[in-house]
C-alpha cells in the first residue's frame, strides 16, 4: 500500500504533541493512509481522520479538567486528585473493584465533536487499541470491524486509564489500550502498511521486538519535558504542539540539529565562515602544557572531543557539522531559546547578542571578583569544592569570563588549572569557550575594530 501509515501512542495530556507532529507532516506533503492508536492517540487519530485537525487543536489549547474529568478544576488542584489517584495500588485497586472518577464530560464531548460517519468515509483508514477486563484480552479494530454506531464508546474505552471508571460495551468491561499495546506498529503492520511514522509521547520507547525487522520505522520523539499524563495545561499544550511540529521536521532532515532546530546550508560548497581552530589552539584552552602528564592529556582531550562528536551530524560536510556543534552546545550554555528553527548565522547572532547581555549585567560584574579572588587564591579553605560549585551553577557567567581571557591570551598556571578542572566537570563549557571565542573574533575581523575590547 503507498503512503505512510501513522502510529500514535498514548500518553494522556503529552497527547498535544500529536498535533504538532500531524501539522508538519501536512506542510510536508507526506500521504497518510492510515492512523492508529491507543488512548489520547486514539482520540487523537479519529479527529484527524474526520479532518478536524483545526478543531482538535484548538481544543488541546482550551481544555480544562471540568471538560474531561467530572471534578471540578479547583478541586482538581487544592486537593491534589492527580496524586491521590494516579499511583500504582490506586490503579490496582480500581482494576478489582471496577471503581474511579467519572469521564462524563469526555464523553459527552466526543460525543458531540467524533463524526463517526466522516471517519467511515474518509480515505484515511483509522485503528484503536482497547484492552477487555471481561475477557482478559485485547481488542484491536480498524474502523471496518467496529460495530456501527459503538465507535465513540471504543474510542473512550481506548482512552479509559484504570484511575478512571471502566467502560461498558455490549455488557463487557473495557479499559485503556495501553495495557496491551501503547504504541499500536503491530496492528498498523497487520494492514500490510510497510512505512510507518511512529510517535512516541510515552516516555518508554517500543523495543525493536515488537514489530517486524521490514518494516520502515521513522520514530518521531521528544527528549525533553512535555508535561505529566494527567497535566491538563493549555500552556503547556501549546509549547507540546510546537515542539511536535519541529520534531517532525527535524525527523525528515527539513532541519538539523540535536537540542535546536537548525536549518541546514542550501547549497554543498556553503560552508560556515568561522575559520578553523588547531589541535595546538585546542590543547591550550584545555590547560594542557607540555608539562602535563601524559594520562591526562589523553583523558581530557577524549572527553573533549566526545562531547562535540555527541552532537555531530554525520549527514553534513565535517567542517559545517562541527560549527553546528558547538553552536548547539554553546546556545545552550547561555539558555538560548530552544524552541525556534534557526540558520547557524540566526544562532551565531543570538549567541553573540547573549554573550553582549551577560558580560554588562551586575551580577557578572559581582561575579567576576568572586572567581577572580578564587583562581588568585589558591590557598583558600575549601578552594576545590567552591571552584567546582561556580563551574555548575554558574556556566553562562564563566563561558563569558573565559572568553575575556582568551582574547587577552592569559597563560599561567592557574588558568591552566581551572580548564583543565572544567574539561573534566563541564567539558561542554570548554567547546562553548572555543567556539564563542571565534565568533568574537570573526566579528572583530570583519569590522575592523576591537569590539571585544569595547565590551571590556
Not at 190 to 203: E, Q
Not at 259 to 270: A, R, T
Not at 280 to 290: A, D, Q, Y
Request: hydrophobic share 40%.
Amino acid at each position: 500500500m503507498k503512503g505512510y501509515g501513522l502510529v500514535l501512542s498514548g500518553g494522556g495530556a503529552k497527547g498535544s504533541y500529536e498535533i504538532g507532529v500531524w501539522k508538519a507532516i501536512k506542510d510536508m506533503d507526506i500521504p497518510i493512509v492510515a492512523i492508529t492508536g491507543t488512548s489520547i492517540g486514539a482520540l487523537n487519530g479519529a479527529m484527524l481522520v474526520q479532518g478536524d485537525d483545526d478543531l482538535c487543536e484548538l481544543a488541546w489549547t482550551n481544555f480544562s479538567v471540568e471538560e474531561i474529568i467530572d471534578v471540578n478544576n479547583q478541586v482538581w488542584e487544592e486537593e491534589k486528585i492527580y496524586e491521590k489517584n494516579f499511583n500504582i495500588f490506586t490503579i490496582i485497586k480500581n482494576l478489582i473493584t471496577n471503581e474511579g472518577l467519572e469521564l462524563t464530560p469526555l464523553i459527552k464531548s466526543l460525543e458531540q465533536y467524533i463524526d463517526e460517519e466522516k471517519i467511515r468515509a474518509s480515505p484515511i483508514d483509522f485503528g484503536l487499541v482497547t484492552y477487555s477486563l471481561t475477557d482478559f484480552e485485547p481488542f484491536q479494530a480498524f474502523k471496518d470491524e467496529i460495530p456501527n454506531g459503538q465507535l465513540v464508546d471504543f474510542l473512550i474505552a481506548s482512552a479509559c486509564f484504570p484511575v478512571f471508571k471502566p467502560v461498558e460495551i455490549d455488557n463487557k468491561k473495557f479499559i485503556d489500550g495501553g495495557f496491551h499495546d501503547n504504541v499500536p506498529i503491530s496492528l498498523m503492520a497487520a494492514r500490510g502498511i510497510k512505512d510507518i511514522i511512529v510517535v512516541d509521547i510515552s516516555g518508554f520507547g517500543v523495543p525493536k521486538s515488537r514489530y517486524d525487522k521490514d518494516l520502515n520505522i521513522i520514530k518521531i520523539s521528544n527528549n525533553k519535558d512535555i508535561g505529566k499524563t494527567l497535566d491538563i495545561s493549555p500552556e503547556q499544550a501549546k509549547m507540546n504542539i510546537e515542539l511536535g511540529y519541529l520534531d517532525a521536521l527535524k525527523q525528515f532532515d527539513i532541519v538539523k540539529g540535536k537540542k535546536y532546530y537548525i536549518v541546514p546550508n542550501i547549497f554543498d560548497n556553503e560552508e560556515p565562515d568561522i575559520g578553523t581552530i588547531t589541535r595546538g589552539e585546542i590543547r591550550k584552552n584545555l590547560g594542557i602544557t607540555k608539562d602535563t602528564p601524559k594520562a591526562i592529556k589523553k583523558f581530557i582531550t577524549r572527553k573533549f572531543f566526545r562531547n562535540i562528536d555527541s552532537f555531530i551530524d554525520l549527514d553534513l560536510s565535517t567542517n559545517t557539522a562541527i560549527c553546528n556543534s558547538m553552536a548547539e552546545i554553546t546556545a545552550e550554555i547561555l539558555k538560548i531559546n530552544e524552541k525556534q528553527i534557526y540558520t547557524l548565522k540566526d544562532l551565531n547572532r543570538k549567541i553573540l547578542d547573549r554573550f553582549s547581555e551577560i558580560s554588562h549585567c551586575k551580577d557578572y560584574i559581582d561575579y567576576v571578583e568572586n572567581i577572580e579572588e578564587l583562581i588568585e587564591n589558591k590557598d583558600i579553605k575549601g578552594h576545590l569544592i567552591r571552584l567546582t560549585k561556580e563551574i555548575k551553577n554558574n556556566p553562562d557567567f564563566l563561558l563569558t569570563y573565559f572568553c575575556f581571557h582568551n582574547y587577552n591570551n592569559k597563560d599561567d598556571k592557574k588558568w591552566n588549572e581551572i580548564k583543565r578542572i572544567t574539561t573534566v566537570i563541564n567539558p561542554n563549557l570548554i567547546i562553548a569557550s572555543i567556539y564563542l571565542s571565534m565568533l568574537l573574533n570573526l566579528e572583530d575581523t570583519k569590522s575592523n575594530n576591537i569590539s571585544l575590547a569595547k565590551t571590556i
